[in-house]
C-alpha cells in the first residue's frame, strides 16, 4: 500500500463561531481565523478541519444550511474565505471543509420548493410521509429531543428530520440530490480545498419502509436506527467515484452508529470509500448504561481501553483510525477523564494527549485542546444555548429522569456548549476572543490558561503537543506501529506498546490522581524514554499521579 499524506497528518479543527473575532460583534469569523494561522502552524498541525462556514439560519450553529456556495454573513464573504485557503495553502496548512448533506436548512431553496405542494419537482428531495393513528408517521426521535417528525400544514403531511425540525433530511436515494451534491462538492474542489469532513454521513441511506425502532427511555427510538442503511456504501462510493477519487483529499466521515465492520468498508485502505471515520464507540464508555449520553458520567477505564484497542487492532493494514477525544460536541476531556485540580490539570491534559497521540490513526486537535481548556461551570439552565443538550434535557425532565438541578450538574459535564466557549487566547477581557461581548461566556479561568501564557513556557501543555506531533512526523513506529494492549482490566492504568520491525514504543499512562505501582516490563527496563509529563525520570516500579511515560526500544 502506498502511504497516503493523510496518514502522517495531524489536524486542527476550528469551530469558527468561537474561534477568532474581527470586528467586534461577538462572533468569530474568517479574517479572525486567517489572523490565527501561524499559531496553528506553530503548534505543528498541518490540516485545517472548518466547521461550517456556509449560509445559515443558525438553528444548529451551522450545521443547518441554506445555501452550500455562500458564507454566513456573520462569518464573512466569499473573498474572506478564499483569503483564507491562499495564505493557509502559502503557509504549508491544508483546509478540510465540512460537509453537511444528510440533511439542509429548512430555509434551503430545495425545501422551500418541495413544503409547497405534493407534487412540486423538488417533493422528493425530502421524506414526506401521511401520518399514522392521529400521530407521526413512526417512533423515531429526534437526537435534539422529542419526534423526528414534523406536521406540515401546507399540505398535511409530516416530513423527516433526525435532527431539529429546521434540519429536514435529504432524501439521498433520489438521484437528483445525490447529482446537486456531487456538483456542488466538485465546485469546493475546483477552489482548491483538500478535503470533506461529512457530517453524520452514516444516516444518509434510511431503513426501507421506515420502519419503527426499539423505543429509549424518552419514548422515541434512537436515530442512530439509520445508521449504515442498505445503500450507504454504495452512494458513498459512486461519490467517490465521481468525485473524491479525482483529488487526492482527506475525507472523513462522522459515523454515528458505526460499528468496527462496517468500518472496514467506510475507510478501507483500498480508497473505494473514505479516508477515515470518526467513530463513537469509545465516546459512549463513560454513558449511563440506560440514558446515555445526557445524563451523569459513568466513567470506566477497562471498557475505554477495550473499545479502543479492539479499533487499533481490527483496523490495522485494513483500515485507518481517526483519534479523537475532544470536537464541537463533546465536553472538554480534562474535565471528563483528567482533573481541573490546580497541581493536575497541565499534568493530566498532557498524559490523556500522550495516550491518544501514540495510538494509530489521524490524530484530530480540537481548538484550545492544546492549552487543556476545561468545561465551563455553568451554574442555571438558561445559560444554555446548545440545541442537543437542551432538547435532551426536556426530554428526561418531562419524564421525571431528571430535577432541574441535576440538569445543570448535566450540563456541567456533558452539554456541548462545554467544547464552543470562546478560544482562551490571553488574560485580557474576553480572553482576546472579541473586543465585545462574546456569544457564549468566556471561561473565568481564561486568566490563567490561556495560549499567551502557554507559548512564553517551555513546560506548557501547548508546547508539549507541539513534541508529540513532531515526534509523528519523525517515527514511523507512531505512524504504522503495530499495538497491542497491558493490563486490560487495570481500573487506573492505560498501558500499551507500539511495534514496527525492531523497533518498540511503551506508553503508560495513569488516569488516576494516585500513585499506581507497575513493574516496567523487562525489555524495556534500558529503553530510552521519549516524552514524558513529568520533569524528572519516573521511578521504576510507580507512575505518578497523572503521568505519562513512553519509552523507546531499538
Ligand atoms: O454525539 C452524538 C451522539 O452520541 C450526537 O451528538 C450526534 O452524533 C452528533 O450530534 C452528530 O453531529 C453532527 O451533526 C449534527 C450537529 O449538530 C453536530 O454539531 C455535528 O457534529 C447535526 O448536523
Ligand atoms: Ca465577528
Redesign the pocket.
Known sequence: MEEKWWQRSVVYQIYPRSFQDSNGDGIGDLPGITDRLEYIRELGTDTIWL?PVYKSPND??G??ISDYQDIMEEFGTMSDFDALLEKAHSLGLKIVM?L?V??SSDEHRWFVESRLSRDNPYRDYYFWRDGKDGGAPNNWGS??GGSAWEFDERTGMYYLH???KK?PDLNWDNPAVRDEIFRMMDWWLQKGIDGFRM??ISLISKPEGLPDGEPRPNGYAS??LCANGPHEHAYLREMNRRVLSRYDLLTVG?C??VTLEEAKSYANLDGRELSMVFQ?EH??AD?HPVL??YALQHKNLPKLKEILSRWQRELDGVAWNSLYWD????PRVVSRYGSEKEEYRELSAKMLATCLHMMQGTPYVYQGEELGMTNYPWTSIDQIND??SLGNYRDFHAKGYMTEEEGVTMMRQRS?DNARTPMQWDAGPAAGFTTGTPWLPVNPNHTFLNAAEQLGRSDSVFRYYQKLIALRKELDVIVFGRYALLEPEHPDLFVYTRTLGDESLLVMCNFSEESQAYSIPSEFREAETLIANYPDPTPADTLRPWEAVVLRRR
Open positions: 466547521s444548529d450553529n450545521y443547518d465540512d453537511v444528510n440533511h437526537c435534539f433526525l435532527f431539529s434540519q457530517d453524520v436515530f442512530e462522522e454515528a452508529g463513537f465516546m459512549g454513558f446515555g449520553r470536537n464541537h460536541d463533546q440545541i442537543e456541548r
